[in-house]
């Protein structure tokens, strides 16, 4: 059994900054950000209703009604986050009451912006072993809270969203995975969390922002990824030739362009959306998924490769067949 996706969904706020916003608040332009990452808009948050666990629900409500499956019918609610506006209760059960999937069980899961590809893993484990038979997996970011907005190193990169996808146990398809963490550089990429005792230090506000060694994070990408990809080819004895996309984690063009020329593959293959919404962390990948979907792009029965790299630090990829 393995869990094929029914279903997807997304939901980014409709407030925009540009490039030129940015320029505004730091030392940058339009030219410098596209040319450096492909980047020219982010969608932000705005307002106190819309946080990380609205646009999951509105991401998870609409992957619903993609795949005509009731709420009562969702045994499994996954949510991969960074940025849940609460510690507790987790962003997934605050998608349960939203939505009225009142049979599921509710957890979120941290892997950053690795964070979607391991919550599906873990979905398909579920589904795989039989435990459930119907699941929701987000990946849901409010990413404006964590950047300072005053770092030109970080600040350019980061929007806000969320993307879900309903599965559903299956014995047609195909599913699998390679996945692999490296706690050793963790350090390259990181954020505190804003619940420390503030008096074992004068200040932690800089800590509580994403702190990032670009440099460090574009050489373990650019390294990792299509290494991981070629293991799980490998792995299920197929060529670069019989894939029909490789959905990437939506970080910086450079990365993506750089894995396609190590793989040997056009970049027709490698469909991006940065340029619009920036880096998503989680939820990048379930985004561009659900607007390729929207578009007729998937054909049933074609493989497609999942991959996603970002803090801990953690990679890996998955094959999915539509």
């Known amino acids: 059994m393995i869990g094929k996706i029914y279903g997807t969904g997304s939901y980014v706020p409709s407030f925009v900054w540009d490039n030129d916003k940015l320029s505004e608040m730091v030392e940058t332009s339009d030219e410098w950000i596209r040319e450096r ?3 020219a808009r982010r969608h932000i948050i705005e307002g106190e209703e819309e946080d990380t666990t609205y646009m999951a629900s ?4 609409e992957a619903l009604k993609d795949a005509g499956i009731q709420p009562e019918e969702i045994d499994l609610i996954i949510v991969a986050t960074i940025s849940a506006g609460e510690i507790m209760p ?3 059960c605050g998608v349960q009451k939203a939505i009225g999937a009142v049979n599921a069980v509710c957890f979120d899961l941290n892997a950053a912006c690795t964070g979607f590809l391991f919550a599906l893993n873990t979905a398909q484990a579920y589904l795989g072993q039989g435990i459930y038979k119907t699941a929701i997996v987000v990946g849901a970011e409010s990413l404006s809270n964590l950047v300072n907005w005053t770092d030109r190193s970080t600040c350019i990169l980061f929007g806000d ?39 074992e230090k004068e200040s932690v506000d800089a800590e509580t922002y994403m702190q990032m060694d670009g440099g460090e994070v574009f050489k373990f990408a650019v390294s990792k990824v299509p290494e991981v990809i070629r293991e799980l080819l490998d792995k299920e004895n197929l060529s670069t030739k019989e894939i029909a996309y490789y959905i990437l984690h939506q970080a910086n ?23 619009e919404y920036g880096n998503t962390s989680s939820a990048s990948i379930p985004i561009l998924l659900d607007e390729i979907n929207k578009k007729k792009g998937f054909r049933r029965g074609s493989y497609i490769v999942l ?3 970002g803090g801990g630090l953690t990679y890996g990829a ?5």
């Open 253 to 275: 063009v450079r990365i993506v362009q750089s894995v396609a020329k190590r793989l040997g593959e056009k970049m027709e293959k490698f469909p991006v959306n940065m340029g």
């Open 307 to 309: 991959s996603g790299f």
């Open 161 to 199: 969203g969320a993307g879900a996808v309903v599965l559903k146990a299956s014995k047609d398809g195909k599913y699998s995975q390679v996945a692999y963490s490296d706690g050793r550089k963790g350090g390259v990429l990181t954020c505190s969390s804003r619940n420390q005792k503030k008096y």
């Open 318 to 322: 998955s094959l999915l067949q539509w």
């Open 37 to 39: 990452t492909g980047i």
């Open 90 to 92: 987790s962003s997934a």
């Open 58 to 61: 509105r991401a998870a409500c």
